[in-house]
């Protein structure tokens, strides 16, 4: 059971990508450029991301809005 949940907190770079709902050059180019610092973990030549680390970089992009114009 414990597999099971490991391998759904893990992601490929498509299917991170439309998890947090950008196109997935921006994850190819952020690994070069580390503009975004979007964690990420290499295993030989796959890339994986943890739904946890995009969890909060989503969180860290929110924007807090007040009403005012």
Same mark, same amino acid.
Request: hydrophobic share 35%; glycine share 6%.
């Given at each position: 059971?414990?597999?099971?949940?490991?391998?759904?907190?893990?992601? %490929?770079?498509?299917?991170?990508? /439309?998890?947090? &709902?950008?196109?997935?050059? $921006?994850?190819?180019?952020?690994?070069?450029? &580390?503009?975004? !610092?979007?964690?990420?973990?290499? $295993?030989? !030549?796959?890339? $994986?991301?943890?739904? /946890? %680390?995009? %969890?909060?970089? $989503? /969180?860290?992009?929110?924007?807090?809005?007040? &009403?005012?114009?």
């Amino acid at each position: 059971m414990q597999n099971f949940k490991n391998a759904r907190r893990w992601k %490929d770079t498509r299917a991170a990508a /439309e998890y947090i &709902g950008c196109s997935k050059s $921006l994850l190819d180019s952020d690994r070069v450029t &580390g503009l975004h !610092k979007i964690p990420f973990c290499r $295993l030989g !030549k796959k890339i $994986l991301y943890d739904t /946890e %680390d995009l %969890d909060r970089y $989503l /969180e860290s992009r929110k924007v807090q809005w007040d &009403g005012a114009a």
